[in-house]
């Protein structure tokens, strides 16, 4: 899989190449790049952003710079899903981290105060992501998240076994993982539920099942 990522802070990225998921699948399952918009913008002294018309605060990212900047890399052919990081988009859940991951490329678009002009959203992009519906300081942060989230079900990013025992695995039919605990069995008078003590497995995984967090 290639994850390419777009940004105005490229070493905002640097940290995951040294850890896993990503750390582990780099090189082999995983080519990762990543390209800032000031080295390919069409505009003079690094410009990327401009205000919107109709007037308001803030700046937003242009049309232009993008689309000089995917042209560059990609020489005008688009093949693959694009993906903008919005808190206007599509949400980021377990199912969509699935979809992503069986790509075999991915291109991750961010922005200052993940403010895009809208031609970005209608015309360059495949797809509109969000983590949640709130403003952040820059893109990057949900596109860690995303990439991160995809790049653990990768073979070889985990442990064997840890992608389908983890939080929303199909064993758990869309809910978060159910309750753990670890020694001391019995902390200031907190102590672990009896049954996972028992050592009979099919009772804990009864326990379990009927444990499992609901998704809010």
Do not use: K
């Amino acid at each position: 899989m290639r994850i390419d990522v777009f940004t105005l802070v490229p070493n905002a990225f640097e940290w995951l190449r040294e850890r896993r998921p990503v750390a582990a699948v780099l090189g082999n399952e995983l080519e990762l790049r990543v390209f800032n918009y000031r080295e390919t913008t069409p505009l003079g002294a690094g410009q990327v952003d401009d205000q919107p018309y109709g007037g308001g605060p803030g700046m937003v990212l242009r049309v232009d710079v993008v689309a000089a900047a995917l042209d560059t890399a990609y020489g005008g052919a688009l093949e693959h899903r694009i993906v903008a990081l919005s808190p206007g988009g599509r949400q980021l859940d377990q199912p969509l981290v699935e979809e992503l991951a069986d790509e075999p490329a991915l291109t991750l678009l961010s922005a200052r105060f993940e403010g895009f002009d809208q031609r970005i959203l209608d015309h360059l992009c495949t797809d509109v992501v969000s983590i949640g519906p709130y403003v952040l300081s820059g893109g990057e942060i949900p596109a860690l998240a995303l990439i991160d989230s995809v790049v653990r079900r990768l073979p070889g990013a985990l442990s064997e076994g840890s992608v389908e025992a983890e939080s929303f695995s199909d064993a758990f039919e869309g809910g978060l993982e159910h309750p753990h605990y670890t020694r001391p069995a019995d902390f200031r008078g907190w102590r672990v539920p009896e049954i996972l003590l028992s050592g009979d497995h099919r009772r804990i995984e009864q326990w379990r099942l009927g444990h499992v967090r609901s998704v809010q």
